[in-house]
């Protein structure tokens, strides 16, 4: 079942062409060296934990088969590998001196680090999975911090992954519950791809709709057997992860894997939360965190008639893109996210005329909006439940933020992208802050 599903959904792929995903696939990584990279001689690039897990195997393992290999590279033991620049240039430089494919053996920030390293030195890449923590591995594109500031770079996803269940239940369980709050967070980017879509703003693409939804349901189910190790479960979330990159390579964009709730995380993520820690808050968990969040205003959003509002009285009190520019920076102070969320903002900006024109086809199609958005969405507080089964954090306590910075959130986050979420539609609809007062408010979900 899950292979054929990621079998149909490589037809779709532009860049990966093989995903192999099971107990014991590790021994098979020659075959999808040479499938993806011929003859061409390859460099295993690991971390110290890493080579130890994976990397010495795979190395092991293209000595004895033959395969041409480069001496690995390998960060220096003792230190958290971060996915910075600095590392994504000492890779590319590594990779500059021979002309042999890298093989990415880690997670999240190595797999960003050889991801862009590649790119830069006019390569593929492959990657060999050491956890099942987010949805990056088949996706394109790398999380990269520069300056300080984190953005994602662009690149090309790998030729080929290679996910061994027994080495992914290896990995920490906290790196298995970050990557289960990912995956939840599908659940609000769809409802967030539905709003768009009613409204004409972005049209689903139900390739990739199926592709991160049609899996999603089964591989949330049972995050308590996840958390126990139970293989059949993490096999589940793995295909999850696994699709929701493939659906982000076919429609050539996040959307289909990333809404409100990413854009918590990012913000979160662009202002250094947790990044004293070690190892440093996932992205996981922030999503999580951010999906209860946003699950909590569509519930209070969908109490109300949204068909009874006065799209002409709306749009006149809409504030101009100068206004609309002040508030970003009076609420983003952040050196480069400040420019950035000002040209995210105007970007999606909308002139009072569009805006009568959206919130009229929202009254028009608002009941039939609401009962696809309920079918979609799961309660906050369920979500909060399945989260806390899988070992993720459920509050915003727990990423150590405090309860305004966390209420300011709701309002800052629609700032930082272009892309259009349910923050943009009670934004436009004049019911933001009316909402999430609500939510703040005793007896709201976020009560002290
Ligand atoms: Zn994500």
Same mark, same amino acid.
């Given at each position: 079942m899950g292979e054929a599903r990621i079998r149909a959904a490589l037809a779709e792929?532009?860049?990966?062409?093989q995903v192999a995903v099971g107990?014991?696939?590790?021994?098979?990584v020659v075959e999808v060296v040479e499938r993806s990279a011929g003859a061409e001689p390859v460099q295993v690039v690991a971390d110290a934990t890493t080579w130890r897990v994976a990397g010495e195997q795979v190395q092991r393992r293209l000595e004895a088969a033959g395969h041409a290999t480069v001496a690995p590279y390998r960060f220096p033991p003792g230190s958290f590998v971060p996915a910075t620049y600095d590392n994504v240039e000492r890779v590319r430089d590594a990779l500059a001196g021979h002309r042999a494919v890298p093989v990415a053996v880690g997670s999240g920030s190595l797999n960003d680090i050889v991801k862009r390293a590649a790119h830069e030195a006019g390569r593929p890449y492959l990657v060999v999975a050491t956890a099942a923590s987010m949805d990056g591995y088949t996706a394109f594109g790398a999380a990269i911090t520069r300056d300080g500031y984190k953005q994602t770079m662009t690149c090309p996803a790998p030729r080929a992954v290679v996910a061994d269940l027994e080495v992914l239940a290896g990995a920490p369980p906290p790196m298995t519950a970050s990557g289960y709050g990912d995956l939840l967070g599908k659940v609000t980017a769809g409802a967030d791809w539905l709003v768009a879509d009613a409204l004409e703003v972005e049209p689903v693409d139900p390739t990739a709709w199926e592709l991160a939804q049609g899996p999603l349901r089964e591989a949330v189910g049972r995050p308590a057997e996840l958390a126990g190790g139970d293989r059949d479960a993490l096999g589940r979330l793995v295909e999850g992860l696994v699709l929701s990159g493939l659906a982000m390579q076919a429609h050539a964009s996040s959307r289909p894997a990333s809404g409100a709730e990413h854009q918590f995380s990012h913000l979160w993520e662009m202002e250094g939360l947790g990044h004293d820690r070690r190892p440093p808050l996932s992205h996981g968990f922030k999503v999580g965190v951010g999906t209860v969040a946003i699950a909590a205003l569509y519930e209070r959003l969908l109490e !109300?008639?949204?068909?009874?509002?006065?799209p002409e009285a709306l749009a006149r009190a809409w504030p101009g893109p100068e206004a609309a520019e002040a508030a970003v920076r009076s609420a983003h102070t952040t050196p480069g996210l400040d420019d950035a969320a000002v040209t995210e903002t105007l970007a999606k900006h909308a002139d009072p005329e569009t805006l009568a024109r959206r919130l009229a086809l929202l009254a028009d199609r608002w009941p039939d909006l609401r009962d696809r958005l309920q079918a979609q969405l799961l309660p906050a507080t369920e979500l909060r439940e399945l989260l806390a089964a899988a070992g993720?954090?459920?509050?915003p306590s727990e990423l150590g933020l405090t309860r305004g910075a966390f209420r300011d959130t709701y309002r800052r986050a629609q700032?930082? !992208?272009?892309r259009y979420t349910v923050l943009d539609l009670a934004a436009e609809t004049g019911t933001l802050d009316e909402l999430v007062g609500e939510l703040f408010a005793p007896g709201g979900f976020w009560a002290a």
């Open positions: 792929s532009t860049d990966t062409g107990p014991g696939v590790l021994a098979s !109300r008639d949204l068909a009874a509002l006065d993720a954090p459920t509050r700032m930082i !992208r272009r």
